[in-house]
């Protein structure tokens, strides 16, 4: 059973930088898609940025395209993602998931196409 445990959430003013990292365990095969997705008060969950851990191509929503950035450490099984000038607007749960083995549309960044999901970490930009 695949199991993701994010974080690095917290508190920064705008203009400011955050990283998450989502540390993962039980895989069973090593081509995965990992993602990061998002839910804002009151919004709907909107995926940020994807990464197909066989060879690191990465995916990225326009909203954060040029300031965030996904990565990833294959021997510590962990994503990372790095957030700079972050704007009030990024507020909101952030999540990581997995889709093991990855399946084709990953890029859609579609959250049902994930099947595993960590639990959550707070990020808050103030203005």
């Known amino acids: 059973q695949v199991q993701l445990a994010e974080s690095g959430g917290g508190s920064v003013q705008a203009g400011g930088s955050l990283r998450l990292s989502c540390a993962a365990s039980g895989y069973t095969y090593t081509r995965n898609c990992v993602a990061w997705f998002r839910q804002g008060p009151g919004k709907g969950r909107e995926g940020v940025a994807a990464?197909?851990?066989?060879?690191?191509?990465?995916h990225y929503a326009d909203s954060t395209k040029g300031r965030f950035t996904i990565s990833q450490d294959n021997p510590k099984n962990t994503v990372y993602l790095q957030m700079n000038s972050l704007k009030p607007e990024d507020t909101g749960m952030y999540y990581c998931?997995?889709?093991?083995?990855?399946?084709?549309?990953?890029?859609?960044?579609?959250?049902?196409?994930?099947?595993?999901w960590g639990q959550g970490t707070q990020v808050t930009v103030s203005s």
């Open positions: 998931a997995a889709d093991s083995p990855c399946g084709i549309g990953w890029r859609s960044l579609r959250h049902t196409l994930f099947g595993y």
């Open positions: 990464i197909y851990t066989g060879s690191g191509t990465t």
